[in-house]
């Protein structure tokens, strides 16, 4: 569960794209903030989960299972994020997710929820080229996930913890080009997890994110996003989601709303994983400049 919210919260799953005015968005586009000033943005999901991976020993009768009879396990984050410009070419960003996990199960007597602050991620950014026309651009990405979430799952399988006890960190590179109304990223990154509580090492995962946005007018947007999360093993862990949406856009302020749908996905490693159809997710932006 955790892995799959990597991606949604890097921020890496920063999934923030900028408009094809070249908005200053950190993180899956590769433009920074002007030095001196500050952007705070919001994002949010709620995710209702209706697979779990039930994992064997023969491969052959490992996968994915359909809750039934009511069962009902659901994560919802509300990440408020800070930016502040440090220069034109060096962006600092903090986020501060509030997150919910809720848990109805039948063979529970009552329904388990735990409500509180997530692991709080610090991710610069430095801007590395920027074409003579202002694009292509190239950033560098880096990051660290401080372990400052509970530990603590609302399931047996700790599946629903706020955090899984470890500190880690990301690096990554992220490209942005605009051609006429249309505005593309590549990002990709890789975090290097640490020990969780419990003492067993965290997988690594690749984070890989596509987005284009396609300009209607001044004021709209539409947003076509993929995301995926792999492990170095294939096989034992990997996450394909498609995203399309649509932002408005004003003088400082920028709103937004997607639909995350599941492609493909796959757990394994003797790790109970968790997967959705489809979940909504908001986004907003204010810049102070």
Same mark, same amino acid.
């Given at each position: 569960?955790?892995?799959?919210?990597?991606?949604?919260?890097?921020?890496?799953?920063?999934?923030?794209?900028?408009?094809?005015?070249?908005?200053?968005?950190?993180?899956?586009?590769?433009?920074?903030?002007?030095?001196?000033?500050?952007?705070?943005?919001?994002?949010?999901?709620?995710?209702?989960?209706?697979?779990?991976?039930?994992?064997?020993?023969?491969?052959?009768?490992?996968?994915?299972?359909?809750?039934?009879?009511?069962?009902?396990?659901?994560?919802?984050?509300?990440?408020?994020?800070?930016?502040?410009?440090?220069?034109?070419?060096?962006?600092?960003?903090?986020?501060?997710?509030?997150?919910?996990?809720?848990?109805?199960?039948?063979?529970?007597?009552?329904?388990?929820?735990?409500?509180?602050?997530?692991?709080?991620?610090?991710?610069?950014?430095?801007?590395?080229?920027? *074409? %003579?026309?202002?694009?292509?651009?190239? /950033? +560098?990405? @880096?990051?660290?996930?401080?372990?400052? &979430?509970?530990?603590?799952?609302?399931?047996?399988?700790?599946?629903?913890?706020?955090?899984?006890?470890?500190?880690?960190?990301?690096?990554?590179?992220?490209?942005?080009?605009?051609?006429?109304?249309?505005?593309?990223?590549?990002?990709?990154?890789?975090?290097?997890?640490?020990?969780?509580?419990?003492?067993?090492?965290?997988?690594?995962?690749?984070?890989?994110?596509?987005?284009?946005?396609?300009?209607?007018?001044?004021?709209?947007?539409?947003?076509?996003?993929?995301?995926?999360?792999?492990?170095?093993?294939?096989?034992?862990?990997?996450?394909?989601?498609?995203?399309?949406?649509?932002?408005?856009? *004003? %003088?400082?302020?920028?709103?937004?709303? /997607? +639909?995350? @749908?599941?492609?493909?996905?796959?757990? &394994?490693?003797?790790?109970?994983?968790?997967?959705?159809?489809?979940?909504?997710?908001?986004?907003?932006?204010?810049?102070?400049?």
């Amino acid at each position: 569960m955790r892995l799959a919210i990597a991606l949604l919260v890097l921020t890496a799953l920063s999934f923030g794209a900028p408009c094809a005015f070249a908005l200053p968005i950190v993180g899956a586009s590769a433009n920074t903030i002007p030095a001196g000033t500050f952007m705070l943005d919001v994002w949010g999901t709620y995710q209702n989960f209706v697979y779990s991976w039930d994992e064997s020993s023969d491969p052959n009768y490992s996968g994915w299972v359909g809750f039934t009879n009511g069962n009902q396990i659901v994560a919802t984050s509300f990440v408020p994020r800070i930016y502040y410009g440090v220069t034109d070419w060096l962006t600092i960003r903090a986020a501060l997710p509030i997150e919910d996990r809720y848990a109805d199960l039948e063979s529970w007597s009552s329904a388990k929820s735990n409500t509180g602050l997530g692991d709080i991620i610090i991710d610069p950014k430095i801007q590395l080229y920027r *074409g %003579e026309g202002g694009f292509p651009r190239f /950033s +560098a990405l @880096a990051g660290v996930r401080f372990p400052t &979430g509970d530990t603590e799952g609302v399931d047996r399988f700790r599946t629903l913890a706020l955090s899984d006890g470890s500190t880690d960190y990301m690096i990554g590179g992220v490209i942005t080009h605009v051609y006429e109304s249309l505005t593309g990223h590549v990002c990709a990154t890789y975090w290097l997890n640490g020990d969780t509580k419990s003492g067993t090492d965290a997988k690594d995962v690749w984070a890989l994110l596509l987005s284009l946005e396609s300009k209607v007018d001044e004021q709209w947007t539409l947003l076509w996003e993929f995301k995926g999360v792999y492990g170095r093993d294939a096989a034992d862990f990997n996450r394909n989601y498609v995203c399309p949406g649509i932002m408005w856009n *004003g %003088e400082h302020t920028s709103i937004g709303l /997607s +639909a995350i @749908a599941s492609m493909t996905a796959h757990g &394994g490693g003797g790790v109970s994983y968790l997967d959705i159809d489809w979940a909504p997710y908001f986004r907003a932006y204010y810049r102070f400049f």
